[in-house]
């Protein structure tokens, strides 16, 4: 068997990117199925919502293949189709700089990578963005681009931008470039960490305006939330224009995190194997996040490699938590996790048996944890809890009523059960 290089080693899994190839996306049969179904029905927007770290990004990476017709991902679930869909697609991760709809709307129309090229083929959009505004033109300047428009004075501009407002321009200009039918299906714009958008007002109503104005867009919001109307921060009005097509992220199946280990050992033409023991662990404590799979699994291969080892057993998956925390391989969990415990071993029993308790619907109750926290040498774990809750401890836990409380990131609860103790429990 051909010995597998470094690279190879090192990008089996990839806890640090989405996944973009087919061959490695695992799972998610019913999301793709359903993401299928609302990019060919007409006038419905998509939104992709979930827990941090759960797939959001890699579900929207294979919508944009979908949308510009490669069916790879279809044929792989095995899901029936018409013929290739041909949208013009766009991808944009809002991140933490975009702070309203008009700079999101701004940087969709300026960016090189989004609409910016086309814009600047194509005449008519041209000309909105240059009678709209020199501070775009600037823009797209500085992406590479010069629009070549007449220069206009200080005031007639400012008429200009006070009579426009960005949203109109926005569908003015997608409306000029539909109408070139440069792609048959229309324009698919990806927004992605749309969670982060901090003030996303006036978002549902564009939808609408732009629906009805300029039909074969399609917008795909994905972000960290548990339904549309936490990410569009809006409560009324947001259902309809996502009819059928909210696409809710979950945990992900034992088999489907399996197959992630499955594709790794290919990736790899198995020459270092995942013995069952380690499987059944890693599974057990990614807790449906793929992820923990693919952070564990990353560490764990590069030891054996360098070790020499062709199997991986459930205590070098041990060995491999150890080195994970040691080396803050994931420094925001392993941070979350120092700023919870501190200087304290009782606080981090008490954390662990918190995270030990949590039952199916992923509450903890504390009759159950405190009893954990008790045999393991702590009598008042609710002191401890009080302060698991507040700023100073991190505020991971939540108090959803008297005597239930809840991890706010289930990755994160993920996590503290891994992660070997810091300190010595006492008993
Ligand atoms: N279907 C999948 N098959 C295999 N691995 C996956 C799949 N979905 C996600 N992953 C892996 O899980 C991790 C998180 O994926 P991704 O970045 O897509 O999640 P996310 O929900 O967008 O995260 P965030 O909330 O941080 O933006 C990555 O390591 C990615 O490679
Ligand atoms: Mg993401």
Avoid at 73 to 88: E, N, S, T
Wanted: aromatic share 8%; hydrophobic share 40%.
């Amino acid at each position: 068997m051909k010995a597998p290089t470094i690279t190879q080693i090192e990008n089996a899994f990839l806890p640090a990117k989405e996944i973009t190839d087919v061959e490695r996306f695992a799972g998610r049969e019913s999301a793709i199925n359903d993401v299928y179904y609302a990019l060919v029905a007409e006038g419905s927007n998509i939104a992709v919502v979930g827990n941090r770290g759960i797939g959001k990004t890699s579900l929207a990476r294979q919508i944009i293949g979908i949308g510009s017709g490669d069916n790879a991902i279809l044929d792989k679930v095995g899901i029936k189709y018409d013929h290739p869909l041909d949208f013009l697609t766009v991808y944009f991760a809002c991140g933490s700089q975009i702070t309203s709809i008009e700079e999101l709307l701004e940087r969709l129309l300026t960016s090189s990578n989004c609409l910016a090229e086309w814009i600047y083929d194509i005449p008519n959009a041209k000309k909105i963005m240059t009678d709209y505004s020199p501070k775009f033109s600037a823009k797209l300047f500085d992406t590479g681009f010069e629009l070549g428009a007449s220069k206009k004075t200080e005031n007639t501009d400012q008429s200009v931008i006070s009579n426009h407002k960005i949203d109109v321009v926005f569908t003015n200009i997608v409306d000029a470039i539909v109408k070139r039918r440069i792609a048959k299906n229309g324009i698919l714009i990806v927004i992605d960490e749309f969670d982060q958008i901090s003030d996303p007002s006036g978002f549902a109503s564009f939808l609408k305006a732009i629906a009805t104005n300029s039909p074969e867009v399609k917008f795909c919001i994905v972000g960290v939330a548990k339904d549309i109307q936490v990410l569009m921060k809006e409560h009324d009005s947001t259902d309809r224009l996502f009819a059928g097509s909210i696409i809710p992220l979950d945990s992900m199946g034992d088999p489907e995190l399996e197959s992630i280990i499955n594709n790794a050992e290919q990736y790899i033409n198995s020459s270092i194997i995942f013995q069952n023991d380690a499987r059944r662990k890693m599974i057990d404590l990614a807790q449906g996040h793929p992820y923990m799979i693919h952070l564990i699994g990353k560490f764990a291969l590069r030891s054996a490699f360098q070790e020499g080892r062709s199997k991986i057993s459930g205590s070098d998956i041990d060995n491999t938590l150890s080195s994970i925390a040691e080396r803050r391989a994931d420094p925001v969990l392993e941070g979350k996790y120092r700023k919870a415990v501190a200087s304290s071993q009782q606080r981090e029993t008490v954390l662990k048996a918190m995270a030990s308790a949590k039952d199916e619907q992923g509450e903890i109750w504390t009759t159950n944890a405190y009893k954990i926290a008790l045999d393991k040498g702590v009598e008042n774990a609710s002191h401890y809890v009080g302060q698991l809750v507040i700023e100073e401890y991190g505020a991971e836990l939540d108090k959803i009523r008297e005597r239930y409380y809840r991890f706010k990131d289930s990755l994160f609860h993920a996590y503290v059960v891994a992660r070997p103790n810091m300190y010595d429990e006492t008993v």
